[in-house]
C-alpha cells in the first residue's frame, strides 16, 4: 500500500481491482476544515463539485479549474445528500427542514418534498433522479435524534421509508421495511435500484449492508435481497461506475464491489468515509467525502453520467 497522503493508498482483494485502479494514480486531499462531509454532486457545466458539511450547516465548492475551496451556501438548513438533475439543477436533502429541495437555474429554491400523508418528514438523507425525472430518497431519523446535523424532534410518521416523488409531484412510499435507510443509487440501465441500510448505527446487531431492489414499469420496487455486507463500519453513500460496480464508503475508505456483491478492493482513507462520486471531465475522478476533509483519486474506470 502506498499514497502521498500517510493512510491512503490500495488493498487488492482480486486481481480484477488491479485494472480499475491507474498504476502511479494517488490519492489527493482537496481540502480540509469540515465537521462531517457528506453528499458530494459533480457539475459538469461549471466543473465544479459541492458538497455538504452538515453540524457547520454549509455547502461547499470545489473548482476543478483551480482547485479553489468556497463557501457556496450558508446556512444549507443543514443539508445532506445532494444529487444533480436531468437539467443540471442542484437537488438537496435537508435535515433542518426536513424536505427535499430543488434549486433553480436562478437561485429560487423549490420544495420537492417536505410531508407524506400530512405528516412532516423525518429528516431526508440522501436522494437520486432517475431518467423518468422521479425523485427518489431515503427518509431515516438521524437529522432529529440530535441537534449537531439539525433539530431534535419527534418522528411524526413514526418509521424511516424510502419515497418516490414522480413529475407530477405525487410522493409514494416504495420501501418500508428498512431501519435506517442511507445512500441509494440504479443500476446503469436503471433496472434496479440499491439501498444501503445502516440501521446497526442505532439498533444492536441491526443492518450494515446494501439491497438490490427491481424496479417496475410503475416505479414499484421488488426483491430487496442483501446484495453485501458492510465489513468495516456501515455502506453509506455509494455510486456506480459504467461496468456495474459499487464504490461505496465505508470506516475504512472507499469499498469497490463488484456487480454481483463481492469485495473486490478497497481506497484506503485515514478518515471515516460518508460518500462518494464521479466527477471530471470524463468522469474518471472519485470525489471522496471524509469525515474532515475532501479527498479524490484518479482511476481506470468512468462513473454513470446523469444526463
Request: glycine share 12%; hydrophobic share 35%; with cysteine.
Amino acid at each position: 500500500m502506498f499514497g502521498m497522503i500517510e493512510g491512503t493508498g490500495y488493498e487488492i482483494i482480486d486481481p480484477s481491482f488491479g485494472d480499475c485502479l491507474i498504476g502511479h494514480a494517488r490519492v489527493e486531499r482537496l481540502w480540509t476544515g469540515a465537521r462531517w462531509s457528506e453528499g458530494p454532486a459533480w457539475f459538469a457545466a461549471g466543473r465544479y463539485l459541492l458538497w455538504s458539511d452538515i453540524p457547520n450547516n454549509r455547502l461547499m465548492r470545489f473548482d476543478d479549474t483551480d482547485g479553489v475551496v468556497s463557501v457556496f451556501r450558508q446556512p444549507s438548513s443543514n443539508a445532506n445528500g445532494n444529487t444533480v438533475d436531468r437539467q443540471g439543477r442542484l437537488v438537496s436533502c435537508e435535515h433542518l427542514t426536513r424536505r427535499v429541495t430543488r434549486t433553480e437555474h436562478d437561485g429560487s429554491i423549490t420544495v420537492i418534498a417536505d410531508s407524506y400523508q400530512g405528516k412532516r418528514l423525518n429528516s431526508p438523507n440522501d436522494v437520486v433522479v432517475r431518467s423518468d425525472d422521479s425523485v427518489w430518497f431515503t427518509d431515516p431519523s438521524y437529522g432529529i435524534m440530535m441537534d449537531y446535523e439539525g433539530e431534535r424532534a419527534e418522528s411524526e410518521i413514526g418509521a424511516c421509508h424510502v419515497y418516490r416523488v414522480d413529475p407530477s409531484g405525487k410522493i409514494r412510499i416504495v420501501a418500508d421495511d428498512y431501519i435506517k435507510p442511507n445512500g441509494l443509487a440504479f443500476s446503469v440501465d436503471e433496472s434496479s435500484l440499491y439501498i444501503a441500510d445502516t440501521g446497526i448505527t442505532h439498533t444492536p446487531g441491526g443492518p450494515a449492508h446494501i439491497r438490490r431492489h427491481d424496479v417496475g414499469p410503475d416505479g414499484s420496487l421488488s426483491g430487496g435481497e442483501v446484495l453485501a455486507e458492510c465489513s468495516s463500519g456501515v455502506f453509506d453513500g455509494f455510486r456506480l461506475d459504467r461496468d456495474g460496480r459499487i464504490w461505496s464508503s465505508a470506516a475504512d475508505g472507499v469499498h469497490c464491489l463488484a456487480p454481483d456483491g463481492t469485495l473486490i478492493g478497497k481506497v484506503l482513507i485515514p478518515e471515516l468515509v460518508a460518500n462518494v462520486c464521479f466527477g471530471g471531465p470524463k468522469l474518471n475522478r472519485l470525489f471522496i467525502c471524509g469525515t474532515t476533509s475532501l479527498y479524490s483519486v484518479f482511476l481506470n474506470v468512468n462513473g454513470v453520467s446523469p444526463v
